[in-house]
């Protein structure tokens, strides 16, 4: 079977390309639609930026992605937008080009295209054109020669026009189950019982959701998957569901779909969430996804820790439920057995009383790895602490509880004096590694004066100024 998606309102279908070749080359080497562009080839930069939505609604939703991260099979039974697409068939400039234009917002044109996508996603949604969401939009493309300012100002001037060129939407593909090419499998189930089944027939095949971190392994070292299995293609996997006292999210739910619910019980861990990466990574990367590549740092593991967060293992014998503590086995290893895949991620709600706060420490505020990653629920009842979940990412091999400082605290008095000695506490928890991010000496003071801050973040009034706000 063949895949199809339409590309600047052309249907294209596809039988002979490999499953591991990234969007950005097909892009630029077969397409030969060369203004998308390849800088970092890690998702960082954002030159390689074109927007997809899936065909088949009665509204095309356009959404930015790097192009360098996902591989074409991605692409089955959707929409792709690229540069080349924005502008008329006359060659009439479409209004976020021409705003860039009369704002002189270009100069060597090399991240151009990348900012043109992100702004035409930006203009596309409904949001209000206010300095910090033109900021955030924007924070997932780099320019080293103009400066942001006229791009900001660009922001402000475009319309929200559609592309020039035409979608093709009455020619809506069906999405294909299988993909072969040679000896490479691609798996699209459509069902949590088809994925079970799949996963159970083909136990070292990649499960592949967002891919960006996976994607690296084909952008940047070239490897070849033999067999992927996709997550998008199971709608019960895409679910949110917000009751019964506890937030589940599913194993196919990306951080962007997420961040609404985050917002209304976790701002904290929404905040952290928004650091992570651009809009770009967080339109396609998924919780799920971090919690199983296991890294060291995995932002969202300590949150999840610190949380008592739950996660629901499915296979096709049995659906079992993990505590986010025991999940993490070691580096890069996790409890999911050859046969299972996340289900979904169970998330208790905040009683009232109980405070959830996380902290990131890293060398730039955006899109950078953590050296630090600090989360805590905290709950202080008659001006003594009953109760304290902590954990760190960046601290071991493996992102995990500080069980030592939390027995030293609770029970004790939430005060300075309390926190005296908490650095001698946090030692007997971690052994952190020195790297280019961070000594062990900086990583064990840095994470004990999180405590610290904490401490006196929630003893405050008013709250304290945060550096961002300023």
Aim: net charge neutral; glycine share 8%.
């Amino acid at each position: 079977m063949a895949l199809n998606f339409e590309l600047n309102g052309q249907m294209r279908s596809e039988n002979d390309v490999s499953t591991s070749m990234t969007v950005l080359d097909y892009l630029r080497l077969k397409a030969r639609l060369t203004g998308t562009k390849e800088g970092c080839a890690e998702g960082d930069c954002g030159a390689c930026t074109i927007v997809i939505a899936p065909l088949g609604e009665d509204k095309l939703h356009y959404r930015a992605v790097n192009a360098c991260l996902m591989v074409v099979p991605q692409l089955d039974g959707h929409s792709v937008l690229t540069v080349e697409g924005l502008a008329g068939r006359d060659g009439t400039l479409h209004s976020v080009q021409q705003s860039l234009v009369e704002t002189d917002a270009t100069q060597c044109g090399f991240c151009t295209p990348g900012f043109v996508m992100a702004m035409f996603a930006f203009a596309q949604s409904d949001e209000e054109r206010s300095d910090e969401a033109i900021h955030e939009a924007l924070a997932g493309n780099l320019c080293r020669c103009t400066g942001y300012r006229p791009i900001v100002e660009a922001c402000r001037i475009m319309r929200a026009d559609p592309p020039g060129c035409a979608s093709a939407q009455s020619q809506v593909p069906i999405p294909i189950e299988e993909y072969r090419r040679g000896s490479q499998l691609y798996l699209t189930p459509r069902t949590l019982d088809q994925m079970a089944e799949v996963k159970a027939s083909h136990p070292d095949a990649i499960v592949l959701a967002g891919g960006t971190d996976l994607g690296l392994r084909v952008s940047k070292d070239r490897i070849s998957f033999p067999a992927v299995i996709s997550t998008r293609g199971v709608a019960a996997l895409q679910e949110i569901k917000d009751d019964d006292g506890v937030l589940t999210i599913g194993g196919g739910v990306t951080y962007t779909q997420a961040l609404p619910y985050l917002d209304r019980h976790f701002p904290s861990f929404a905040t952290l969430v928004r650091r992570i990466g651009s809009r770009q990574i967080r339109n396609l990367g998924t919780f799920a996804g971090n919690l199983a590549n296991a890294s060291p740092i995995g932002d969202t593991i300590p949150c999840l820790m610190a949380l008592g967060a739950e996660i629901a293992l499915r296979s096709k014998k049995r659906v079992r439920i993990v505590s986010a503590d025991d999940f993490i086995l070691g580096y890069r290893k996790t409890a999911l057995a050859e046969d299972e895949f996340i289900e979904s991620i169970l998330i208790p709600l905040l009683p009232a009383g109980t405070s959830f706060i996380a902290y990131k420490l890293s060398k730039r505020f955006d899109q950078d790895i953590s050296t630090v990653v600090a989360a805590f629920r905290l709950r202080v009842d008659g001006g003594n602490v009953s109760e304290l979940r902590a954990a760190y990412g960046g601290m071991a091999a493996q992102a995990g509880r500080a069980k030592n400082v939390e027995t030293a605290v609770t029970g004790k008095p939430w005060t300075a004096d309390t926190l005296r000695n908490i650095d001698a506490v946090l030692a007997k928890d971690f052994q952190p590694m020195t790297d280019h991010r961070g000594t062990n000496a900086y990583r064990l003071r840095s994470a004990a004066n999180l405590i610290r801050r904490l401490q006196v973040e929630t003893t405050t009034e008013p709250a304290a100024l945060q550096v961002w706000d300023l």
